[in-house]
């Protein structure tokens, strides 16, 4: 099997990680992977922020972890909201699985390509990341409260552009651990010749 299918077929999310830091080269190499990624009409409209700074990080889950608490139960509360709502009571709680690295994929607001630019450009830098041996995962909780005072006014503190939401964000550093096997795949390939 050619390296490019390999690493795709062996990538696995990574939820537990070492304290080293990843190196500036490979971070570098990581974002250009993404910048690389196709977006519709090549307008390359997205910003990628890339934060290693551990205070910054512990700033961005205590958003997180504050925006959660402002957030009613209500019985439509989807389950796993609820249960992040619940973690969030825990002034220790944490939402980026101790990662040391996080990255916030911003892109205009009101755009249809948006969504789908951010999505591939962090694909390819997850890829780009397996291929290093550097593990990562997408991570949905600030995308999800990207419109919450709170998560904007951390967002303008990252100078990320007003006219910019959160569609995607990733963490990323050495797993600690193993990562078990991708599962088997369900029957979704179809192919009418
Ligand atoms: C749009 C999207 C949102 C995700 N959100 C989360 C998340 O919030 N937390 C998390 O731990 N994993 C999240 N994941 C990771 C998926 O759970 C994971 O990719 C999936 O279970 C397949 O496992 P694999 O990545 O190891 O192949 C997300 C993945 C995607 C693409």
């Not at 949905?140 to 964000?169: A, F």
């Amino acid at each position: 099997m050619n390296a490019v299918l390999d690493n795709i077929l062996t990538r696995r999310s990574v939820r537990a990680f070492k304290e080293e830091q990843i190196p500036g080269e490979d971070l570098n190499a990581i974002l250009t992977a993404g910048s690389y990624a196709p977006n519709g009409m090549g307008m390359q409209s997205w910003k990628f922020t890339a934060v290693q700074n551990a205070a910054v990080i512990k700033k961005v889950n205590e958003a997180i972890r504050r925006t959660l608490l402002t957030i009613p139960v209500v019985p439509e509360t989807h389950p796993y909201v609820a249960s992040l709502i619940e973690k969030a009571k825990d002034e220790h709680a944490d939402f980026l699985y101790h990662a040391p690295t996080y990255i916030i994929v911003t892109n205009l607001k009101d755009s249809g390509n948006a969504m789908p630019d951010s999505a591939l450009a962090i694909g390819n830098m997850m890829l780009a990341a397996h291929s290093l041996g550097i593990g990562s995962c997408w991570l949905n909780q600030l995308p999800g409260l990207t419109h919450m005072p709170l998560i904007r006014e951390l967002l303008t503190d990252l100078d990320v552009p007003e006219d910019h939401i959160v569609y995607g964000s990733v963490v990323m550093g050495y797993a600690a651990g193993d990562t078990s096997p991708a599962e088997p795949r369900k029957n979704v390939i179809r192919i009418i010749r």
